[in-house]
C-alpha cells in the first residue's frame, strides 16, 4: 500500500509543478520556476520509489492519467479554461481507465 501513497506523492506533486508552469511565464517568475524544478523533482522522486512494487506501464498510466484529469480541473477552475463536452468526455474516459486499472487489473500490484 505503502507504494500506492508514493505514487499518489508523484502525483500531487507533478500536478503542483505542471501548473506552476504557467505561472511562471516561460521561465521568467523565479518563485513558479522554483516550484516547477522542486515539485518536478519531487515527482520524479516517489514516482521511482512506487516502480519498486508497481509496474511501470501500470504507474505511468495512473500518474499521467490522473495528473491529466488533475490538471484539466485546476486549468479550469484556476486559469477559466473552458472544456467542452469532447474534452469532459474523454477526460472521464481517462479517469475510468484509471479506475479499471486499479479495481480489476492483476498487473497492477495489489
Given at each position: 500500500?505503502?507504494?500506492?501513497?508514493?505514487?499518489?506523492?508523484?502525483?500531487?506533486?507533478e500536478v503542483f509543478a505542471t501548473s506552476a508552469l504557467k505561472a511562471s511565464d516561460g521561465f521568467t517568475r523565479l518563485?513558479?520556476?522554483?516550484?516547477?524544478?522542486?515539485?518536478?523533482?519531487?515527482?520524479?522522486?516517489?514516482?521511482s520509489l512506487s516502480l519498486k512494487q508497481i509496474p511501470l506501464g501500470i504507474a505511468y498510466a495512473v500518474w499521467a492519467g490522473l495528473g491529466i484529469v488533475l490538471i484539466a480541473v485546476i486549468g479550469w477552475w484556476l486559469y477559466d479554461q473552458k472544456l467542452d463536452p469532447a474534452a469532459?468526455?474523454?477526460?472521464?474516459?481517462?479517469?475510468?481507465g484509471v479506475m479499471v486499472i486499479n479495481l480489476f487489473s492483476r498487473s497492477s500490484g495489489h
Open positions: 500500500m505503502k507504494y500506492w501513497l508514493f505514487l499518489a506523492l508523484a502525483t500531487v506533486a518563485g513558479p520556476t522554483l516550484v516547477v524544478v522542486i515539485g518536478y523533482a519531487i515527482a520524479f522522486y516517489f514516482l469532459m468526455l474523454g477526460i472521464a474516459l481517462i479517469l475510468a
